[in-house]
């Protein structure tokens, strides 16, 4: 089956720690994107790429790291320069450009403790 | 220019009432309308999706209404079942960007 693949579900941190996130998919979709979901205040864009080892920054990328070095995988670092990071990140991949749906993984929870 | 604004937050309805979602856009540039179903705990799925050289889609019991003058569109659920319960956002698209709505979460009653 196609889709995306994020791991894990769930995933606890210490505070000062850095933290990978995992996105893979098996669309042969050319973009990949994170975003972060906190409650009321719907999907905000972290970093995207549309070619493998370029990517840009959306709207709330300071405290997070991309790479792009293969096309199937977009991990996502949540470094301790992020001040709140407890939220639920979504990865998504689209064929070409945003003009296209998205399809989206299940997400991965992250809990600062 | 850049935000979409959905209404309403929260909306509760009867089994076989019609929740109408509210969206609304500033950039005339956007082209691509779609939106996204999701269910707690899962990702967002795509639901359906519009052009703006149509003012109507339908797609079994969902349909969107587009009023290109306006800047507005809506989703409307026909006959909504308790299944239907899940948090809704429109989007709006070009080539260089995608903006999410801030999501409307519907509960169906039996």
């Known amino acids: 089956d196609g889709g995306i693949t994020q791991s894990p579900k769930y995933l606890f941190r210490k505070e000062g720690q850095n933290v990978t996130l995992s996105c893979e998919q098996n669309l042969n979709h050319d973009a990949m994107y994170w975003y972060r979901q906190d409650p009321g205040q719907g999907l905000r864009l972290i970093y995207y790429s549309q070619i493998v080892n370029d990517f840009q920054k959306g709207d709330i990328a300071e405290g997070y790291s991309v790479s792009r070095e293969k096309k199937e995988s977009f991990p996502l670092t949540v470094t301790s320069a992020q001040k709140n990071p407890t939220a639920f990140y979504l990865c998504?991949?689209?064929?070409?450009?945003?003009?296209?749906?998205?399809?989206f993984g299940s997400g991965t929870r992250l809990t600062v403790v | 220019q850049q935000q979409v604004k959905q209404s309403p937050q929260s909306l509760i309805v009867q089994k076989g009432g019609i929740p109408i979602i509210n969206c609304a856009y500033e950039n005339t540039a956007f082209d691509y309308f779609p939106w996204y179903q999701q269910f707690p705990g899962k990702g967002p799925a795509l639901l359906i999706a519009?052009?703006?050289?149509?003012s109507e889609k339908k797609e079994g019991r969902f349909t969107i209404s587009f009023n290109k003058s306006a800047k507005q569109f809506s989703l409307h659920i026909m006959d909504s079942q308790p299944g239907d319960s899940a948090t809704y956002f429109c989007a709006a698209a070009n080539t260089d960007k995608l903006i999410f709505g801030t999501g409307t979460r519907l509960q169906v009653f039996p």
């Open positions: 519009i052009r703006p050289d149509v």
């Open positions: 998504a991949s689209s064929p070409q450009g945003l003009n296209y749906g998205y399809t």
